[in-house]
T-cell receptor
Framework: KAGVTQTPRYLIKTRGQQVTLSCSPI?????VSWYQQTPGQGLQFLFE???????NKGNFPGRFSGRQFSNSRSEMNVSTLELGDSALYLC?????????????FGPGTRLTVT | DAKTTQPNSMESNEEEPVHLPCNHS???????IHWYRQLPSQGPEYVIH???SNVNNRMASLAIAEDRKSSTLILHRATLRDAAVYYC???????????FGKGTRLSVIA
């Protein structure tokens, strides 16, 4: 079974631009979560989608948004990029999104904002 | 959310057992104890989870104290590939996200 895939793997953007990242979960998984990882803040939860609905949201500004499609694929969007948005963005999927579900992480998208 | 406390770093010799401790004195009765690890340049990877009883799987064992205020992840024979940051995470019942702390950086010496 294929794992979680994320595209693109690397991205360079300029401050003020917007970016869209994509995540394809493991086949059959209905929950998709997004995390941001930076050296200073570590791994932080952004949001979680289940059956096309945002079910949980972390403490990030409204510039960070996401959505999930009927095939469970998910996208996250960051508008008006800031230098501090440079990070590794990780997507994780799980089967039903209920405890004690294990989450499977993708390799991440490395975003650099210049 | 209940917090966990882990040592910043630990070191082990290859092929020796490793005991990674985690304190969670404010754990509630419905909190599951999860362990994830992150190898260099990879996303986190699920290791094991438990609620009250000790658990074993192909990767590791999880020993949970009787009062549940602490737990220990046991790698029975450390290999170089086990060098990673190990995260101990509590998840309350329901649809709660993973809340990562700083974890324990495990170094394995050949």
């Amino acid at each position: 079974k294929a794992g979680v895939t994320q595209t693109p793997r690397y991205l360079i953007k300029t401050r003020g631009q917007q970016v869209t990242l994509s995540c394809s979960p493991i086949s059959g998984h209905r929950s998709v979560s997004w995390y941001q990882q930076t050296p200073g803040q570590g791994l932080q939860f952004l949001f979680e989608y289940f059956s096309e609905t945002q079910r949980n949201k972390g403490n990030f500004p409204g510039r960070f948004s996401g959505r999930q499609f009927s095939n469970s694929r998910s996208e996250m969007n960051v508008s008006t990029l800031e230098l501090g948005d440079s990070a590794l963005y990780l997507c994780a999927s799980s089967l039903v999104g209920q405890l004690p579900d294990e989450q499977y992480f993708g390799p991440g998208t490395r975003l650099t904002v210049t | 959310d209940a917090k966990t406390t882990q040592p910043n770093s630990m070191e082990s010799n290859e092929e020796e057992p490793v005991h990674l401790p985690c304190n969670h004195s404010t754990i509630s009765g419905t909190d599951y104890i999860h362990w994830y690890r992150q190898l260099p340049s990879q996303g986190p990877e699920y290791v094991i989870h438990g609620l009250t009883s000790n658990v074993n799987n192909r990767m590791a064992s999880l020993a949970i104290a009787e009062d549940r205020k602490s737990s220990t992840l046991i790698l029975h024979r450390a290999t170089l590939r086990d060098a990673a940051v190990y995260y101990c995470i509590l998840r309350r019942s329901g649809n709660t996200p993973l809340v990562f702390g700083k974890g324990t950086r495990l170094s394995v010496i050949a």
